[in-house]
């Protein structure tokens, strides 16, 4: 799964007291949890807070299977807009999945996003694990929202936060509640002896350890009894869970649990699923034809189909692939793949289609999604992609209706923030495609050069610039998902430009190869300046230390930080003048300032404590795309020694010098968890081939040549290559 910002970046308050924990759940008219009669209630008192545990005891009639559930509500501590970081909470037992449910009012363009990060022992934490707003939900009605389970490592303790945006207009979102859940679903699963494959190949319910007492109410009745209709569409869906997990039945008994108790359906939403290996595991009960619960009004004459994982931004692993033409195959035999037509409400949906494609969803996801036309060529026989998207002749249309670029002025190589506001003004749902929103674009390239030629009609945004003899619009993003007549989405992409000058940009929106809608909006002036890395004038303001050396302006917030943490040693000397750069972490722009080993970003909203200052993940940033090299690939535990310490959080080692240095200097907090695994590589600043291991924020080279000094160790100056590599230096600057 992929993880968010690195723990240090906002600080704990977990003994804050303005929390309250609600120690009764709602009933099924409740506004949270569906309570189910027999649960025991637990309460609990832990520093003065009150808190709840349900324990589920369920039977097959064979033994029992225990499934604890652990659970935590706070209301009235909320801002209207910003970082909310809840208490630490501790669960009685071990558990693997986390899950939220909240109540509140999300003005259209607001958001509320939410992220968890848990631990084994309360002291060493896992990063953020931005969580997703579920969107397959079975009732029309249902008030809740739901975030998509968390499937995290075995855990006892667990944190939330919640960063809340006002929409562009400055309508602000508000958040009344919030529930925390933990499950473990991890625990030995009541199996069947022996169960036989499906069809020879599907693994069944009791296969991968269904409690199957689950799918009935406390007086013995079926919640939600099977329905049938004829299969008309294959809806393809993603879980958004984790990629590549290493139990994926665990994985299925957790959506299972979350599905039929969570959200009390009384069963699982998808079909079937599909793991990573090609495993296909059957869903909902009830056999052929069997309505699920994956796409509200459109379950009714469709099977839906779950990837396990995530796969915004993940190819999907080709077995998965194959098992789901295979299943498709199966269990679909009457559906023609190259079909199309009208569904339930709507005009030309695909026999074969995603989620996105019958309801307002990024689901399944880019990667996935981007195959679908491959699925149905290979379901057809043939070993090439069937394009059947819906096009709605004169009935399709979109008009930009506002357009903002940030920072203004911008430095040569930054990254530019676009924000494209646009609104379905046709009669026509608006089909979309690739790349998705926060996709970034370097001066020179274009949507074809980057992989995401047109796709007839589907809609995107773009952004020109005057004077462009290229390929019109160049810079092309994707909607949020399917547009509906009447409503309005916000799209923002990213571009680094590269020219110092005056860019006059304006924004279109098209529908590719069929028209542009509207072209040239709201055209505007974006100065980009020279790089701040020239030697500057000493600046007569109280509030700058100036560093002669190198001839720039340190501001004394990070002048402060640089002397207290370590200082040249550790960091070098300052590269830049300070200025506002946009956050490749988390989007927000900062005050920004390179020195040779580090970047310093000032953080207004922690003022007053140690993370008024943070260091960026330059070593992410740095590695990424390399994630699938050999030395960032995890290894295994090797077990208790005096080696190498092994970090889960991660999957790699340290040991010997590199462990010795990383203590003695701060450790986790300054350089973060190991990325790689010791490995040789050529350095960019001084042209020597080094032994190095990546860290989160730094990269440590050995350099035998100063052994008995305490050089024998030394930070790789990485923001100094981020420069070069931005053109902002050369490599002999």
Known sequence: METGQARTRVPDHASESNTTLRSTMPTRNGPLLTERLNRRRLLKVAGGLLLMSVVDLHFDGRAAVAATRMSWQESGVFPRTGLYQSPVFQADQAFNSVEIVWQGDLPNGASADFAVRVSSDGNSWTDWIETHLDSHVRSLSDTRNFQVPALVSSSRYVQYRVNLIAAPAGAPPSLERVELACVDTSGPAQYLDAPKLIDGFIIPRAGWGADESLRYDANGKEIWPPEYRPVQKVIIHHTVTQNH???????????????????GWGDIGYNFLVDWHGNVYEGRIGGPNVVAGHALQYNWGSIGIALLGDFSKTDVDQPALDSLVRVIKDRAANVDPAGIGFFIDKDNVPNICGHRDVLSTECPGDRAYIKIPYIRGWCKGIDQPIFVEPIAPGKAKAAVTGLTFAPVPVYSGSEL??????KNTGSATLGTQGPASGYTYVEGQDFNSAGYPKLEGLYRVGIDFAGNQGVANPYRWGLPGPLEPGDTATITGYIRLRTPGDWTLSASV??????????????????????PTAPAAQQNDPSLVYESVTGHNVPTVFHDYWTNNGGLFRFGYPLTEPFQEVSETDGGTYLTQYFERARFEHHPENAGTQYEVLLGLLGRERTAGRENEAPFQPVADPGPTDEYDFYPETGHLLGHGYRDYWTANGGLTSFGYP????FEEMSQTDGVKHTVQYFERVRIEYHPENAGTPYNFLLGQLAREMLIDRGWLTADS
């Open 245 to 263: 997990e290493q139990d994926p039945a665990a994985t299925v008994r957790a959506i299972y649990y979350y599905h039929a108790i969570t959200q």
């Open 417 to 422: 923030r676009v924000d494209i506001t646009v």
């Open 675 to 678: 990325i790689s695994e010791p």
């Open 510 to 531: 098209m529908q590719e190869w069929i028209k542009y809608d509207q072209q040239g909006a709201f055209p505007q002036k974006v100065k980009v300046l020279p790089p």
